[in-house]
C-alpha cells in the first residue's frame, strides 16, 4: 500500500498534470481505467447522486468503503476517494475515519476545510488540525480550499490568491500532499497560486475555463473532473430515455 501512496504522490507534477476523469462505482472506474486513466478517483456528489443520495456527507460512511472495496476490485490503479469533510466531528474522528480509508486500501483523499452544510470555511487552525489528522495516517491528502467559493474574483482576486496561500503553507505544514481550489477558473488567479504554492495545485476543470493543456501551463499538478461526468451521464441517459418512451428510436 505504501507503493501506491508513493505512486500516486509521484503523478503530481506541476506543468505536466494528473487529470482525474472522476467516478462513482466499479463499472465507471473500470470504463475509465481502460481509457488510459493512471489513477482513479471518486466524485462525492457522483458518488451519492448515483445512489440517489445527496451530496455532503448524506452517504453513509460504511457505504462510501463498500464502494471503495468494489472499486479497489476492478483496478490495480492508485484509488483516491472524495472523503468530503473527512466524516468526522473532530480531528480525532476525521483521524480515525481517514485511517480505515488508507487500511482498505485508498492511495489518497480529498478533504474540504468547511463542514457539510456550513458555507464559511473552518478556522485556520482547526482545518489545519483536521488536515494533520489526515495526513498522519500516511495516505495522500489533497486539501480542499474553498476560498474562491462564491466569492466575485474581478473585485476580490488578488485578496483571494493571498487568503488562498495562507491555507496553502497552513496545510502543507501539516502534512497535505496537495492542494485542491475549485471554483476557479481565472488563468491570473491559478497561475498566481500556482507559482507559489508549497503544495501542488490541483484544479477544478471547468466548461469556458483553461483547456487542460493551458492548465498545465499554468504550472497546475492535478486536473480532476468533480461531478461532470455523472452529470453528463446521467443528462445523456435522461434524453436517450425521453426519445425512447416519446416513440422514438434511441442514439444508442
Given at each position: 500500500?505504501?507503493?501506491?501512496?508513493?505512486?500516486?504522490?509521484?503523478?503530481?507534477?506541476?506543468?505536466d498534470?494528473l487529470?482525474?476523469?472522476?467516478?462513482?462505482?466499479?463499472?465507471?472506474?473500470?470504463?475509465?481505467?481502460?481509457?488510459g486513466?493512471?489513477?482513479?478517483?471518486?466524485?462525492?456528489?457522483g458518488?451519492?447522486?448515483?445512489?440517489?443520495?445527496?451530496d455532503g456527507?448524506?452517504?453513509?460512511?460504511e457505504?462510501?468503503?463498500?464502494?471503495l472495496?468494489?472499486?479497489?476490485?476492478?483496478?490495480?490503479l492508485?484509488?483516491?476517494i472524495?472523503?468530503?469533510?473527512?466524516?468526522?466531528?473532530?480531528?480525532?474522528?476525521?483521524?480515525?475515519?481517514?485511517?480505515r480509508?488508507?487500511?482498505?486500501?485508498?492511495a489518497?483523499?480529498?478533504?474540504?476545510?468547511?463542514?457539510?452544510g456550513?458555507?464559511?470555511?473552518?478556522?485556520i487552525?482547526?482545518?489545519?488540525?483536521?488536515?494533520?489528522?489526515?495526513?498522519d495516517t500516511g495516505?495522500?491528502?489533497?486539501a480542499?480550499?474553498?476560498?474562491?467559493?462564491?466569492?466575485?474574483?474581478?473585485k476580490?482576486?488578488d485578496?483571494?490568491?493571498?487568503?488562498?496561500?495562507?491555507?496553502?503553507r497552513?496545510?502543507?505544514?501539516?502534512?497535505?500532499?496537495?492542494?485542491?481550489?475549485?471554483?476557479?477558473?481565472d488563468?491570473?488567479?491559478?497561475?498566481?497560486?500556482?507559482?507559489?504554492?508549497?503544495l501542488?495545485?490541483?484544479?477544478l476543470?471547468?466548461?469556458g475555463?483553461?483547456?487542460?493543456?493551458e492548465?498545465?501551463?499554468?504550472?497546475?499538478?492535478?486536473?480532476?473532473h468533480?461531478?461532470?461526468?455523472?452529470?453528463?451521464?446521467?443528462?445523456w441517459?435522461?434524453?436517450?430515455?425521453?426519445?425512447?418512451?416519446?416513440?422514438?428510436?434511441?442514439d444508442?
Open positions: 500500500m505504501t507503493d501506491k501512496i508513493a505512486q500516486f504522490r509521484a503523478l503530481h507534477v506541476p506543468g498534470p487529470i482525474l476523469v472522476n467516478i462513482w462505482d466499479a463499472g465507471s472506474a473500470k470504463a475509465v481505467a481502460a481509457a486513466a493512471k489513477a482513479i478517483a471518486t466524485g462525492s456528489y458518488v451519492a447522486g448515483a445512489q440517489g443520495r445527496a456527507e448524506d452517504f453513509p460512511l457505504d462510501v468503503f463498500e464502494n472495496a468494489r472499486i479497489l476490485s476492478v483496478t490495480d492508485p484509488v483516491t472524495d472523503m468530503e469533510s473527512g466524516y468526522g466531528a473532530d480531528a480525532e474522528a476525521v483521524g480515525a475515519s481517514v485511517g480509508a488508507k487500511a482498505a486500501g485508498a489518497g483523499i480529498n478533504m474540504e476545510d468547511r463542514l457539510p456550513v458555507a464559511e470555511l473552518l478556522a487552525g482547526e482545518a489545519q488540525d483536521r488536515y494533520r489528522a489526515a495526513a495516505i495522500f491528502v489533497n480542499r480550499c474553498d476560498t474562491f467559493r462564491g466569492q466575485d474574483i474581478a476580490d482576486g485578496a483571494l490568491v493571498a487568503a488562498t496561500l495562507e491555507r496553502a497552513a496545510y502543507a505544514d501539516a502534512g497535505a500532499g496537495s492542494l485542491f481550489v475549485p471554483f476557479l477558473l488563468p491570473k488567479c491559478i497561475g498566481a497560486i500556482c507559482e507559489a504554492s508549497p501542488p495545485v490541483n484544479i476543470r471547468g466548461k475555463g483553461p483547456t487542460h493543456r492548465l498545465a501551463g499554468l504550472g497546475v499538478a492535478r486536473i480532476s468533480g461531478h461532470q461526468p455523472w452529470a453528463a451521464a446521467m443528462t441517459l435522461t434524453a436517450q430515455a425521453g426519445q425512447v418512451l416519446g416513440g422514438e428510436e434511441p444508442y
